[in-house]
């Protein structure tokens, strides 16, 4: 009882943040409810699901963000995976390195944002004038349909690989040693030891990291808003920021509550099923 | 099988710790070598440098002949044991014994037939299936011996693979590694810091002391002519009790107490006479019975406690008249309360004497 009582606080914040926010989306989301007519006079059931479903242009920005996704998580688990490893194995300047690489962990995303999007302006930007040193034509990197996504996927990688990297060093200097030594003795080369050794011991760090790292990349969007509000086009619209914009430019509370409960239901599936083959595999 | 051979082996490293300096030890083909010495002597450095896990900084290893120095550990054919068994946790037992066999692209059949005999071997047949999170500590110690055995190597290096166990258990995995070493014949190379192992597992011990061989030899012989005062308080429990004296041509005298130079000694240490010396006395060459020995000498002890160990009675006890502590083992229904005086009969043959200043043991005449 006296736990509850002094745990009442914290539990009613999260309620208020948490819980309440999510409860309301849920309620909005059954209902016509738009910034033009902000009541809950209308009760429509699962109309705006409906409607979210078959509208192509929600199912484009879920294709979207499931390619984007998989291209940041995988990449920055490969490039993450590889620092780190190097990393493991050096001695000297260890803490300088770290500190180089958690910089751009420690930035805003806005202002990772605007940096890059002033690096990578089509005529001003520094990227564009040294590829020009080398005699590589200009790129029009947030401009082009073809390009935009995957300049996206790469301020991403610049931003977030050190959270893997660090997680992914954490993990690996947690490993036994004798292992290695008992597997040198019984012969086994350095790529042999990464993968009947590194690999399996590494599998609950790393199905983490990725995890934590997936739910996050779904929810991207401050990158987006700064750096190409979905555009050109509809070219990078992530799922995030075009429910943003249902909300708060189309008016459609509803249908964009209805489109987050969607995202909520995906993101949750998915943890719950990285979290039963975690637990699966210790 | 192979011999292995270390001449001049000295291990630096970078931050100028010399863990290791001018090591030479010839291990015969076969033979139990015990590396023996307190944490920190440079026993287990020396073996990892046999096993390839640490560089040699100069000096030659030679394994069955061939100089190994820049041998890749897998290609050295010894197999380790380590203290912490070192298994491959995500493993089950079955592919912790077949590793290196498949490493090595051994064929399967082959490797079913060596695991399934190392194994029944073992007595862990039946654990084949299980992870090593689920076994017991002699159980992960039957399996980190069994994939050591399974390759069957030139050599078994040991790093202290009993320490982890209970008393009971080491006890039996001690008779069963001499039996394994009686049914195999390989040459095996055993660190430890326990005396006790030392003393029943070797054919010869290598006593190490801040990075360098201090003696190596039988058993018995390094027991019984300790070349210094360190081999001396280190083998054996309670260890020799060293007291500081004062050697005479006939008598030495520690403190108030007086004991004869036998005949046989007075000669051998005559050089000394006049020195002062410290003292050595085995607990076990103390005796009631005054014709236990043909040439002892009546040494009164102060008692300050018995320590009642079932099979004998270890006494703590002073020399008259002195604050130096000295252990006796007594009879096992031998009784004395704090401050009761007993008169022991020392069995002077035993003597050992050493220098105060270089700690090292005076020549004594090989029979007596």
């Known amino acids: ?282 | 099988m192979a011999s292995i051979s270390l001449s001049n082996i000295h291990k630096l490293y970078p931050n100028g710790y010399a863990a290791v300096r001018d090591v030479s030890l010839d291990i015969r083909d076969g033979e139990f070598m015990i590396l023996l010495g307190p944490s920190g002597c440079g026993k287990s450095t020396t073996l990892r440098m046999i096993a390839g896990l640490e560089t040699i900084s100069a000096g030659d290893l030679h394994i069955g002949g061939a100089r190994v120095n820049d041998v890749d550990p897998a290609d050295r054919d010894v197999a380790i044991v380590f203290q912490n068994y070192a298994l491959y946790p995500h493993m089950t037992v079955a592919d912790n014994l077949s590793f290196g066999l498949r490493l090595r692209n051994v064929e399967r059949r082959i490797i079913e037939g060596r695991v399934a005999t190392i194994a029944g071997m073992l007595g862990i047949g039946d654990l084949l299936a299980r992870k090593p999170a689920q076994l017991s500590g002699g159980q992960r110690q039957r399996v980190a011996l069994g994939r050591a055995l399974v390759r069957e190597p030139k050599a078994f290096l040991l790093d202290e693979p009993l320490s982890n166990l209970d008393a009971k258990l080491r006890a039996s995995m001690r008779t069963e590694l001499i039996k394994l070493h009686r049914t195999l014949g390989t040459t095996i190379v055993h660190v430890t810091h326990d005396q006790v192992e030392a003393m029943t597992m070797g054919e010869r011990i290598c006593i190490m002391k801040d990075g360098v061989i201090v003696q190596v030899g039988a058993p018995m012989e390094v027991y019984r002519n300790p070349v210094n005062t360190f081999v001396a308080g280190f083998l054996a429990s309670p260890p020799m009790n060293l007291l500081h004296g004062m050697l005479d041509s006939d008598r030495i005298s520690i403190g108030d107490v007086v004991l004869p130079l036998p005949q046989s000694l007075r000669r051998a240490f005559a050089s000394h006479a006049g020195r002062k010396v410290i003292v050595g006395l085995r607990p076990e060459d103390f005796h009631l019975k005054a014709d236990a020995a043909p040439v002892a000498a009546p040494i009164e002890v102060v008692s300050v406690t018995t320590e009642v160990l079932g099979p004998e009675v270890i006494l703590v006890g002073t020399l008259k008249n002195s604050s130096a502590e000295l252990h006796i083992r007594c009879p096992r229904d031998f009784r004395s309360e704090p401050g009761a005086m007993t008169v022991f009969n020392y069995d002077l043959s035993q003597l050992q004497l050493f220098d105060i200043e270089t700690t090292t043991a005076l020549m004594r005449p090989v029979k007596i």
């Open chain 1, 1 to 282: 009882m006296f736990g509850w009582l002094i745990s009442s606080p914290s539990l009613g914040l999260l309620f208020l943040v948490i819980l309440f926010p999510v409860f309301w989306a849920l309620f909005t989301s059954v209902h016509d409810y738009t910034l033009i007519a902000p009541n809950f006079d209308t009760f429509n059931g699962l109309d705006n699901y409906m409607k979210a479903a078959g509208d192509p242009e929600f199912r484009h920005t879920l294709r979207l963000t499931a390619f984007f996704v998989a291209a940041v998580v995988i990449l920055e688990f490969a490039l993450g995976f590889l620092i780190a490893l190097m990393l493991h194995t050096v001695e000297r300047f260890k803490s300088v390195y770290y500190a180089i690489l958690l910089c751009p962990l420690l930035m805003n995303p806005v202002i990772v944002g605007l940096i890059w999007r002033m690096f990578l302006h089509p005529s001003l930007g520094i990227v564009n004038y040294l590829l020009s040193l080398v005699g590589i034509e200009p790129v029009n990197w947030l401009g082009s349909t073809k390009v935009a996504l995957w300049t996206l996927v790469m301020v991403d990688i610049w931003h977030q690989v050190s959270f893997m990297i660090v997680l992914l060093l954490a993990g690996l200097s947690a490993l036994p040693r004798e292992p290695y030594e008992a597997a040198r003795v019984d012969g086994a080369s350095i790529f042999r030891s990464f993968w009947h050794i590194t690999l399996p011991l590494m599998w609950p760090v790393i199905a983490v990291t990725l995890l934590i790292r997936l739910i996050f990349a779904v929810k991207t969007y401050d990158l987006i808003y700064i750096m190409t509000r979905g555009g050109p086009g509809v070219a990078t619209d992530l799922v995030s920021y075009f429910i943003y914009r249902t909300a708060f430019v189309s008016l459609n509370i509803g249908e964009a509550s209805a489109m987050s409960a969607i995202l909520l239901a995906v993101i949750l599936g998915l943890t719950a099923w990285l979290h039963r083959y975690m637990r699966s595999l210790t």
